[in-house]
């Protein structure tokens, strides 16, 4: 049974959306956890810390998703004119017709790799680019929304209030005054 060109394309592209996904909703998911139980800080603290957390997380995955595809583009236009075309095109001269056509046609053979060397080249530039450079810029201001929001909630231990369920915002009455 022949497998269908189409699916050969297609299964590099859904591979590295699957992965992206799953590695960055587990971290998020183990980020916010960690975040929300952690006994070092007040609750209040906590529940900050996992929002800023959870926003992040929600911001990798959406911005790898949207970008991967024009850093993909990016990457293929890029090896293939900057690349093997400068490397072959400055040599073709030095190179009989024979053996450049020769080199050509196992080029364009082994395909599948350059496809593959394309995909992985585009996992790594997305991920640093969207988690090192576009994320920290834009997390602080999602993870205010979400904090004011109070998506997360901070796991209370024995004797712990959080100060929305504490009596700490009512006013004080003076006695005697």
Known sequence: MKIPQNVLVLAP??????SLI???AVNC???VTQA???KKFKPKQRADVANYDFANGIINIGLQLLAIKPIEKLMEKLIETKCMDKFFKNRQQELSEGSY???MSNISKH????????AVLSVILCQYFIKRVVSP???VPAGEWTKQKGIIKPKLYEGETYPENSKTNEPKQIANA
């Open 22 to 24: 799953a590695k960055d």
């Open 101 to 103: 056509k020769k080199i």
């Open 111 to 118: 395909e599948g790799v350059a496809k593959g060397a394309v």
């Open 137 to 139: 810029y834009l997390s």
């Open 29 to 31: 998911y183990l980020y």
């Open 13 to 18: 592209a859904a591979s590295i959306a699957v």
């Open 36 to 38: 929300r139980s952690n």
